[in-house]
């Protein structure tokens, strides 16, 4: 008997947010739900400021232009937050 892995699409197709959490919908059906303390930029951002965002390519990242941010999808399922991200930086 074989067993196969079933497909991967790892574009985003929606995201939101509650109080505590962001979670990005991605095109294969998984659901990501990350804490919104790993992206200090977003978790000071406004209501407002948080709902202002676009797709980057064809969904493998998001942009927040009102307060300068950008994720992608392959950092957000290596579980990458922001100090990684600077830390890398530097």
């Not at 998001?62 to 100090?83: F, K, M, N, Q």
């Amino acid at each position: 008997m074989s067993t196969s892995l079933p497909e991967t699409d790892a574009r985003a197709t929606d995201l939101g947010f509650n109080d505590d959490d962001l979670w990005v919908d991605l095109a294969d059906g998984r659901r990501l739900s990350v804490p919104l303390a790993w992206f200090p930029r977003l978790l000071r951002a406004t209501p407002a400021e948080r709902d202002n965002w676009e797709f980057l390519g064809d969904g493998q990242g998001v942009h927040w232009p009102e307060i300068d941010e950008d994720l992608s999808v392959e950092g957000l399922l290596r579980g990458s937050s922001a100090s990684d991200r600077s830390k890398q930086a530097g």
